[in-house]
């Protein structure tokens, strides 16, 4: 069964807007899929989750450009804004599975799970590009960490057992950090944060999502009280800026 998106906002956008138009009529931009591998789309089509996630996008924010979600790709995960297209990989769905057999060896079905978690933040990271450079959205600091906030945002407070989701994007940080070994000059001047603080940051929101909740995850995180603390006021900074920026996006 697919995922339940957790919001009023979507239920009254899918009513109201049953074809995914935009509010005034002016605009039937939108996202779309395209199944491009079918060794990815026999893996996941079935599960309808990244159809729901769309549907989600199209439901809640509108757009300049109609854009596509090209699943099967040469290339990516990245955002082409030439060609207004995200692309994710299958080699990329297949690294993230492997990965996490690492973390749960020999149970395929929570390697997929978790991978499908991971895919989500990753399209949710990418969808961020696109809006920051369809609706010139000013970003201080790294567009990399400013994408993460947002896909750490949109799966927490969006979807059931988002924060679950986010921790275990975190947890692919982490896998691919120790996947990399030891730290190459190129890892401090590349426009990604390092893993490690990708990791990190990702905790650091679910932590600061609900202090109380995630108490253990803080402490399994090393994190001080002082640092679970500031992730409170962090992360409800990150709902808050990221709700006053997409304003004019939302439908
Ligand atoms: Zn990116």
């Not at 089509?45 to 439901?59: C, L, M, P, R, T």
């Not at 690492?102 to 696109?130: S, V």
């Not at 996947?179 to 001047?189: I, K, N, V, Y």
């Amino acid at each position: 069964m697919s995922k339940m998106i957790q919001t009023i906002l979507f239920a009254i956008a899918a009513m109201v807007l049953p074809c995914g138009a935009a509010a005034d009529g002016s605009s039937n931009a939108r996202l779309q899929i395209e199944w491009s591998d079918e060794k990815f789309a026999a893996e996941l089509k079935a599960s309808g989750v990244f159809e729901d996630a769309v549907d989600f996008i199209n439901a809640t924010f509108r757009f300049e450009r109609s854009l596509v979600l090209q699943l099967g790709a040469q290339d990516g995960p990245l955002y082409d804004p030439r060609q207004d297209v995200i692309q994710i990989p299958y080699e990329f769905y297949t690294k993230v599975v492997s990965l996490f057999a690492q973390l749960e060896p020999g149970d395929e079905a929570i390697e997929k799970e978790f991978a499908i978690d991971t895919l989500l933040h990753t399209l949710f990271h990418e969808y961020g590009h696109a809006v920051i450079d369809q609706f010139e959205i000013p970003v201080l600091g790294r567009e990399e960490d400013a994408v993460d906030g947002l896909a750490s945002v949109l799966l927490i407070e969006y979807y059931d057992n988002g924060a679950e989701m986010a921790i275990n994007a975190a947890e692919l940080f982490a896998l691919e950090s120790e996947d990399r070994g030891t730290l190459q000059e190129e890892d401090f001047w590349d426009e990604h944060s390092l893993d490690e603080q990708r990791y990190y940051s990702t905790m650091c929101h679910v932590v600061g999502s609900d202090a109380a909740e995630y108490s253990e995850l803080a402490a399994l995180a090393g994190f001080s009280e002082e640092r679970a603390e500031s992730c409170v006021f962090e992360y409800q900074q990150l709902v808050s800026d990221w709700d006053k920026l997409l304003t004019p996006v939302r439908r």
